[in-house]
T-cell receptor, first 116, second 114 residues
Framework: GDSVTQMEGPVTLSEEAFLTINCTYT??????LFWYVQYPGEGLQLLLK?????DKGSNKGFEATYRKETTSFHLEKGSVQVSDSAVYFC???????????????FGQGTILTVHP | KAGVTQTPRYLIKTRGQQVTLSCSPI?????VSWYQQTPGQGLQFLFE???????NKGNFPGRFSGRQFSNSRSEMNVSTLELGDSALYLC?????????????FGQGTRLTVV
């Protein structure tokens, strides 16, 4: 079945460091791919999305490119800030029989901590 | 445009009790999905409603149920609460569902079962 795998373990960086969070997926067809962010005590916010192969989603300095050949959608940011400390989730919609019934499959989440 | 609103934000219940959580989607959104988030299991899909019909259900026991009203507002109910039901319950709404449709999440209801 469709699945998403994120890099394991928390990530700790100093401010202005480069960030990469790896995400690989298994999917039927070519669904959109999403990155969601969850700040402490909050729900999930859509960070960026890509709808087809080679698409690059970007928002707030974050970028991710939909790579069909490597089935990856890695999240990157050139210079992180303390305010980026949060949990990041890679996700894809369930797509079966020509219909997506509103279900998102999420990776396990990556905790990012940025120190001043 | 108002976002997804979940009420209440926090709940404390006793084992064996039942609980009802509410979700008001973004105006015009007809699809509402529910997720359970726990440290051990991560984000797990509970069910999805579209135009008052449940179209998809996750792998949860029958104690977990839901419904959607004609104004797209949704409720989920958990009966005979267990300690393991303690979690953050998230509701998400979408205008429609498809391969390219993103979901918008509420802030969640934090349920603690004691």
């Amino acid at each position: 079945g469709d699945s998403v795998t994120q890099m394991e373990g928390p990530v700790t960086l100093s401010e202005e460091a480069f960030l990469t969070i790896n995400c690989t997926y298994t999917a039927t067809g070519y669904p959109s791919l999403f990155w969601y962010v969850q700040y402490p005590g909050e729900g999930l916010q859509l960070l960026l999305k890509a709808t087809k192969a080679d698409d690059k989603g970007s928002n707030k300095g974050f970028e991710a490119t939909y790579r069909k050949e490597t089935t990856s959608f890695h999240l990157e940011k050139g210079s992180v800030q303390v305010s980026d400390s949060a949990v990041y989730f890679c996700a894809l919609p369930l797509w079966a029989g020509g219909t997506s019934y509103g279900k998102l499959t999420f990776g396990q989440g990556t905790i990012l901590t940025v120190h001043p | 445009k108002a976002g997804v609103t979940q009420t209440p934000r926090y709940l404390i219940k006793t084992r064996g009790q039942q609980v009802t959580l509410s979700c008001s989607p973004i105006s015009g959104h007809r699809s509402v999905s529910w997720y359970q988030q726990t440290p051990g299991q991560g984000l797990q899909f509970l069910f999805e409603y579209f135009s008052e019909t449940q179209r998809n259900k996750g792998n949860f026991p029958g104690r977990f149920s839901g419904r959607q009203f004609s104004n797209s507002r949704s409720e989920m109910n958990v009966s005979t609460l267990e300690l393991g039901d303690s979690a953050l319950y998230l509701c998400a709404s979408s205008f429609r569902t498809g391969m390219n449709t993103e979901a918008f999440f509420g802030q969640g209801t934090r349920l603690t079962v004691v």
